[in-house]
């Protein structure tokens, strides 16, 4: 009777710990064990990346820039003649949601959205059915008219369409900053001491 009374209790914070899903972990989207936990398009509160960085719904992300040759033509009209143009769009972002894209077709976000800030909406858990032992991430910012969602969230940052603020630096970002500061300590910009101090905090980054 202990025992199953027991195995009833563990079956009912498992149920719960998926209802109150509160943080997606990046780092757990290829773990079987978790991702069986959450049903398709379970929606959470936070964001937490491989980097240790945590981003909430209500925060903001920065829109990069195009990362390939996702392009497409758009007819200007003038008063006697129209002419056609090409357009740098974002290769994993697109405008709207994917519900609506499944019926009207995907519209990738234009280039002229490079640089804006955008308020988090939606943390979204997608995988392709019951039984997947993978999962991916969907998420859709708060944008006047028309959301915005981020197709691939992995390629989007890797290739700079889209920059995470709270971003830990890198070993080479920390390299590129320690040479900034040499060249300032180099020109009489900052002191010796507060060149050591920059140092010191970013020779623990690089490798």
Same mark, same amino acid.
């Given at each position: 009777?202990?025992?199953?009374?027991?195995?009833?209790?563990?079956?009912?914070?498992?149920?719960?710990?998926?209802?109150?899903?509160?943080?997606?972990?990046?780092?757990?989207?290829?773990?079987?064990?978790?991702?069986?936990?959450?049903?398709?398009?379970?929606?959470?509160?936070?964001?937490?990346?491989?980097?240790?960085?945590?981003?909430?719904?209500g925060e903001k992300m920065t829109l990069g820039k195009p990362s390939g040759?996702?392009?497409?033509?758009?007819?200007?009209?003038?008063?006697?003649?129209?002419? +056609?143009?090409?357009? +740098?769009?974002?290769?994993?972002?697109?405008?709207?949601?994917?519900?609506?894209?499944?019926?009207?077709?995907?519209?990738?976000?234009?280039?002229?959205?490079?640089g804006r800030e955008v308020e988090l909406e939606d943390i979204k858990f997608?995988?392709?059915?019951?039984?997947?032992?993978?999962?991916?991430?969907?998420?859709?910012?708060?944008?006047?008219?028309?959301?915005?969602?981020?197709?691939?969230?992995?390629?989007?940052?890797?290739?700079?369409?889209?920059?995470?603020?709270?971003?830990?630096?890198?070993?080479?970002?920390?390299?590129?900053?320690?040479?900034?500061?040499?060249?300032?300590?180099?020109?009489?910009?900052?002191?010796?001491?507060?060149?050591?101090?920059?140092?010191?905090e970013l020779v623990k980054i690089i490798k």
């Open positions: 009777m202990k025992k199953i009374l027991l195995l009833g209790l563990l079956g009912l914070s498992i149920k719960i710990s998926a209802q109150n899903a509160d943080t997606l972990f990046v780092s757990k989207l290829k773990d079987a064990e978790w991702v069986k936990l959450y049903q398709n398009s379970t929606k959470f509160n936070v964001l937490k990346f491989a980097d240790g960085s945590v981003l909430k719904l040759t996702n392009q497409s033509n758009q007819q200007m009209a003038g008063m006697f003649s129209s002419t +056609n143009h090409t357009v +740098n769009n974002f290769s994993y972002i697109m405008l709207g949601r994917m519900g609506a894209a499944m019926l009207s077709g995907i519209t990738f976000l234009p280039e002229t959205f490079k997608v995988k392709r059915n019951k039984k997947a032992t993978e999962a991916g991430v969907m998420i859709t910012f708060n944008n006047p008219g028309m959301d915005i969602t981020v197709l691939n969230l992995d390629a989007a940052l890797q290739y700079g369409e889209l920059i995470n603020q709270k971003a830990a630096m890198t070993s080479d970002q920390a390299l590129a900053e320690l040479q900034k500061a040499k060249t300032k300590l180099d020109l009489g910009v900052i002191t010796q001491e507060e060149y050591d101090v920059i140092k010191k």
